[in-house]
């Protein structure tokens, strides 16, 4: 089991920066990939940035050159640094882990970016 501990989330106005943090918890392994999701009032949840344990990363088109995905292997910690936030960006933000077949995820944690 996994337990994912997310912090780092909050208010901000917009153009300004945040970054989230999330560590694993729990006896495993390894973890594969780590990432994180977000999820807007009324929207599904949709995939943000995932890095895989050969530092592969992804991220959704409309975050490109503002969010970045770092990981710290030690810590099975994962990172999001979110720059020139924008207003589209509020949504409550999930931390993922996936170790070997099975996923895990965190309570979430809000951002809101005001205009």
């Known amino acids: 089991q996994v337990h994912l501990v997310e912090s780092g989330g909050g208010l901000v106005q917009a153009g300004g920066s945040l970054t989230l943090s999330c560590a694993g918890r729990?006896?495993?392994?390894?973890?594969?990939?780590m990432g994180w999701y977000r999820q807007a009032p009324g929207k599904q949840r949709e995939l943000v940035a995932i890095i895989t344990n050969g530092d592969t990363t992804n991220y959704l088109d409309s975050v490109k050159a503002r969010f970045t995905i770092s990981k710290d292997n030690g810590k099975n910690a994962v990172y999001l640094r979110m720059t020139n936030l924008k207003p589209e960006d509020t949504a409550v933000y999930y931390c993922?882990?996936?170790?070997?077949?099975?996923?895990?995820w965190g309570q979430g944690t809000q951002v809101t970016v005001s205009s």
């Open positions: 729990g006896t495993f392994f390894s973890i594969n990939t």
């Open positions: 993922y882990a996936r170790v070997r077949d099975s996923e895990f």
